[in-house]
């Protein structure tokens, strides 16, 4: 696989994930703080939300895996050689899943370890 196929699918990747979270998440406090044109990001998309670090919590216990960085930092590291855009699409859903219904409040989100 050439690096521009891979950087191709990784722009594809991280297009894809913006969309589906700026659609399915509107109105639950997500704001999008990587760039959003696909030549100015790298592999990862960041949105921040004051909730940030329970709602990744909600997220890896979903097997959704980021990572956190205060404040208020949710950080997605898409990688094209090991996701599928189904995989992506997931993700997405799990997030609006968990915004929207609130489970990210249950108690056990809410303890905060030295690494997310």
């Known amino acids: 696989v050439s690096m521009s196929e891979i950087r191709r699918k990784s722009m594809a990747q991280t297009s894809r994930f913006i969309e589906r979270v700026e659609a399915e998440c509107k109105g ?3 704001t999008l703080i990587s760039p959003r044109e696909g030549q100015l990001r ?3 998309v960041s949105f921040a939300h004051e909730d940030g670090y329970p709602i990744m919590q909600a997220l890896i216990s979903r097997g959704v895996i980021g990572d956190f960085r205060d404040p208020d930092i949710m950080r997605f590291g898409l990688t094209p050689l090991m996701l599928r855009h189904a995989d992506i699409w997931r993700a997405g859903e799990m997030l609006r899943e968990i915004v929207a219904s609130g489970s990210f ?5 809410a303890v905060r370890y030295a690494v997310t």
């Open 42 to 44: 790298g592999g990862q």
């Open 28 to 30: 639950h406090g997500l």
């Open 105 to 109: 409040r249950a108690p056990e989100f």
